[in-house]
């Protein structure tokens, strides 16, 4: 259980220290504005009352700390705060998609190890829905019309709620489920689920809107038919958009075709050689080998089976759809290899895709805001040295004048004492004559 989403669990390490990161800058930036904005008259104890001198303090302060450098460690204040909003709501994405009916919902709730969404007949998904974890004990939806938490009591109850809703396919409705109840959204996945390919969608504005921050496509298709040239225009759409885009093509319902042994290999290999030159040559959004790991063979309605009889949430509400056919245990098997593969593909791309920047950003920010800092230390140092080139100035003006001074009083005493020799001798010849 302890290594259950290894991979995925990286992707919330490199978040946390990711933000660690930014609480320092925060907490660098809220220590220098207060230095920045601190009283400077306060630090100069000594010129209590000296009006003139407080004054010169103040205009020494602003030529070291520029109006230009106070904004821009402002602005990296405010700046800093929403990189840190951003990286908090940062989620690994999944983008489902597939024509409809290939079992795309079906393969979401095998994932979720749970019937979150509805699926089957009558309850085709007219929507884009989006499935992300809550913290709050229990599941809720949020339609595009209102921003009001709508409960959802039961798998059912949230079908009618969605074909009660007046949606066109290019709505999005959030569907929030407890992560206690689901390990994977435990891990910040988020996955969505589209309205099938062949509903003749506005493919730009399905990807413009949906597609741009998913970190994973995921072509669900049926196995009993090839490779449709609705889907794979979609995808070239994707592939033109996004650069290397990492897609996964599941081969599901292959409990249908896997029986007939006889043909089944041969089926198989026909559908990975279609879907690896897709990949690889067509879309080229990874080598032939890497193409090779992106193809599965499941069936997604049996892996669902599987995994509420795991968690023994089969006792309460009947399997899916009926029980497992012979040689399940191959097709469960590949079903964990593509969720391992995924969810390595998933972290490594959204550690990539959605940190990478943010890493960018904090060291361009952590390095102007160094410059600032350094042109403020520098200019301090500045001042300081003049101060004391002014200070020696002063006492070289000092020395001067005393000594200009012990000289003129030389020679005026010398002087005045001549004059009274003058005086007295005057005096003397006066008196003998
Ligand atoms: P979506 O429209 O692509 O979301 O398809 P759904 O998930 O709603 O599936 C359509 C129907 O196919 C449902 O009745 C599912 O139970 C069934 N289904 C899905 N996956 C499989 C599978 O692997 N094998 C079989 N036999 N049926 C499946």
Request: aromatic content about 8%; charged content about 25%.
């Amino acid at each position: 259980k302890s290594t259950q989403h290894a991979s995925l669990k990286q992707f919330r390490q490199v978040k946390e220290e990711i933000n660690q990161v930014y609480a320092q800058i925060s907490a660098y930036i809220d220590e220098c504005l207060e230095f920045f904005n601190s009283d400077c008259s306060a630090n100069t104890p000594g010129a209590i009352g000296d009006a003139a001198s407080a004054k010169v303090e103040e205009a020494c302060f602003a030529r070291i700390l520029t109006p230009a450098a106070v904004q821009s460690v402002t602005d990296f204040r405010a700046k800093v705060r929403g990189i840190r909003e951003v990286i908090s709501r940062n989620q690994m994405k999944c983008a489902f998609f597939g024509r409809t009916s290939n079992g795309k919902s079906t393969v979401i709730n095998a994932m979720l190890g749970r019937k979150v969404l509805p699926s089957g007949i009558g309850h085709t998904t007219n929507c884009f829905l989006q499935v992300e974890g809550t913290s709050k004990q229990s599941a809720y939806l949020q339609t595009p019309n209102s921003s009001e938490e709508q409960p959802i009591e039961s798998v059912s109850q949230l079908g009618s709620a969605l074909s009660n809703e007046k949606m066109d396919c290019e709505s999005l409705v959030r569907v929030f489920w407890p992560k206690q109840l689901c390990s994977l959204l435990r891990e910040d996945v988020v996955l969505l689920d589209s309205p099938g390919v062949d509903v003749s969608p506005d493919l730009d504005t399905w990807i413009d809107q949906f597609c741009m921050d998913a970190d994973v496509f995921i072509l669900v298709c049926n196995s009993e038919s090839t490779l449709m040239n609705t889907e794979k225009k979609f995808f070239h759409k994707v592939g033109s958009k996004l650069s290397k885009p990492n897609v996964f093509v599941l081969n599901n319902r292959w409990d249908c075709s896997d029986g007939e042994l006889d043909s089944a290999e041969l089926v198989r290999k026909q559908h990975m050689d279609k879907s690896v030159s897709f990949l690889a040559d067509e879309l080229k959004s990874c080598t032939r080998s890497e193409a090779e790991s992106r193809v599965y063979f499941v069936s997604a309605k049996e892996a669902l089976v599987n995994r509420l009889k795991e968690t023994n949430q089969g006792l309460e509400s009947p399997s899916p759809a009926g029980s497992l056919a012979d040689g399940w245990q191959s097709r469960y098997f590949d079903f964990k290899n593509f969720e391992r593969e995924f969810e390595l593909i998933l972290s490594e791309s959204a550690i990539r895709t959605k940190f990478a920047a943010h890493a960018e950003q904090g060291r361009h920010i952590a390095g102007q805001m160094f410059s600032i800092l350094e042109a403020v230390y520098e200019g301090s140092v500045e001042e300081k040295d003049s101060a004391v080139r002014q200070r020696q100035a002063l006492q070289r003006d000092l020395e001067n004048l005393r000594v200009r001074n012990a000289k003129v009083a030389a020679s005026t005493e010398r002087d005045i004492r001549q004059t009274l020799e003058g005086i007295e001798r005057k005096v003397a010849g006066t008196l003998s004559e």
